[in-house]
């Protein structure tokens, strides 16, 4: 072995660590920076009445007055969370780089549909349902894992919901 091999395979393995480390911090960074927007939103959204009872507590009948707000996200995972991923299949178990995909994709979900509902001036929705799917891994498991969320709910006026 001479040392042009050496030097090939040190390269080999700095690149493919670095790449790993890259991907590491960067993907980090970016989930948390996403976190810290969603809790800012989320506190915006703190006074609106959101629930999953298919009516409001109390009862009133406003149905002229309600519409359908929906909310969609697709959120993708990095390589190395889906890297990561492959692994654990192997050995199975839960795999908690996309139970954070999904939380977050969810959390944004509903900031949306919330955000829909106070655009067309209502500030609260109840009956809130959510659909999800994998949209992202293609043909033989190459490609990234990608998750699709779809918040639904039934928007109201609150103030019409007083007696």
Do not use: W
Not at 32 to 46: I, N, P
Not at 66 to 80: C, E, F, K, P
């Amino acid at each position: 072995m001479g040392a042009n091999d050496a030097i090939q395979i040190v390269l080999f393995f700095g690149t493919t660590l670095f790449l790993l480390f890259l991907g590491l911090t960067v993907g980090t960074t970016v989930d948390r920076l996403h976190r810290k927007r969603l809790l800012k939103r989320e506190t915006e959204f703190a006074n609106m009445l959101v629930t999953d009872l298919r009516t409001f507590p109390g009862g009133a009948e406003t149905a002229s007055h309600a519409t359908l707000v929906m909310g969609q996200v697709v959120i993708g995972s990095d390589y190395l969370k889906t890297y990561l991923a492959k692994l654990r299949n192997i050995f199975g178990g839960e795999v908690r780089s996309f139970l954070s995909l999904m939380e977050r994709a969810r959390r944004e979900a509903l900031l949306r549909m919330m955000q829909e509902a106070r655009d067309r001036g209502y500030d609260a929705v109840c009956n809130v349902r959510y659909e999800t799917s994998n949209i992202g891994v293609a043909k033989r498991r190459r490609g990234m894992a990608m998750a699709e969320v779809f918040a639904y709910g039934t928007a109201y006026r609150s103030t019409e919901l007083s007696p």
